[in-house]
C-alpha cells in the first residue's frame, strides 16, 4: 500500500471492535512517534499510553461519552510540559550529552542561544509552543498508523483539566495536550463506507 493509499484508507473511526493491536506493533507505532520532528529537537511533550481499564473507565467521564475511550485497543495522551523553557532545554541537552557523550559544559552555548531565542515567549507562549509541537507528533502517529493498517481516532473533544487530574498530571509538570485511540474500525461503522471529504487540489494548493 503507498502512503496516498494508506491515508485515502485511513478515517477518524468512531466504532473499534475487540481485536487488539499486538504489542509489537505498538510498540512500533510509539517508537515512530517518538522519531517526530520538533523544534530544535526538543520534543517538549510527553507520550503517555493509558494502560489500566479502570482508569480508562474513569476518563471517559471527561470525553462526553465517547465510548472509544475504554473500548478501542490502546489510548495514548500527549501531554505537555509546562516547567518552563529552562527545564525543557535542560531535560533535552541532558538526553544529547547522554546519547553523543557530549559534557554538559560543552553545550553551555547552545544553551544560552536556545533560552535567548525561545525565552522571549512567557510560560503561557511557552506552553502554547509546545502544544503545537504535540500535534505534530499526533500527525505523525496517525499516519504511521495508516500505513500499518491500524485504526486511529485524535479526540479534542475531551475536558483536558478532567484527564489531567485522573492521570495525576500536575505533580509532573504535565498538562493534557490531545488524546489518540488506536484498534481496528468494527464492521458496523458508518463512517467506514462514507467518501472521504477534502477540498478539491485547486481550492486546497496556493502556488505563488
Request: a neutral charge.
Amino acid at each position: 500500500m503507498t502512503l496516498i493509499d494508506a491515508l485515502n484508507w485511513r478515517y477518524a473511526v468512531k466504532t473499534f471492535s475487540q481485536r487488539t493491536v499486538s504489542t509489537a506493533l505498538r510498540d512500533e507505532l510509539i517508537e515512530a512517534t517518538r522519531l517526530t520532528p520538533s523544534c530544535y529537537g526538543l520534543q517538549p511533550y510527553r507520550l503517555i499510553r493509558v494502560a489500566t481499564p479502570e482508569t480508562r473507565e474513569q476518563l471517559g467521564s471527561y470525553a462526553w461519552g465517547q465510548n472509544k475511550v475504554h473500548d478501542s485497543s490502546d489510548l495514548f495522551v500527549l501531554a505537555v510540559h509546562t516547567d518552563g523553557i529552562s527545564a525543557i532545554v535542560d531535560r533535552y541537552l541532558r538526553c544529547q550529552s547522554n546519547v553523543r557523550g557530549e559534557s554538559l559544559s560543552s553545550l553551555n552555548d547552545f544553551r544560552d542561544y536556545l533560552i535567548t531565542t525561545l525565552g522571549q515567549k512567557n510560560d503561557a507562549e511557552i506552553i502554547h509552543w509546545a502544544h503545537r509541537q504535540a500535534y505534530i507528533a499526533l500527525g505523525q502517529l496517525t499516519t504511521a498508523a495508516a500505513i500499518k493498517r491500524v485504526d486511529t481516532c485524535p479526540m479534542e473533544g475531551i475536558d483536558t483539566a478532567g484527564f489531567d487530574r485522573i492521570l495525576g498530571l500536575e505533580s509532573c509538570h504535565l498538562t493534557t495536550s490531545v488524546a489518540c485511540v488506536i484498534g481496528y474500525r468494527d464492521t458496523d461503522d458508518k463512517q467506514a463506507s462514507k467518501p472521504k471529504v477534502r477540498f478539491p487540489i485547486t481550492d486546497f494548493l496556493v502556488e505563488m
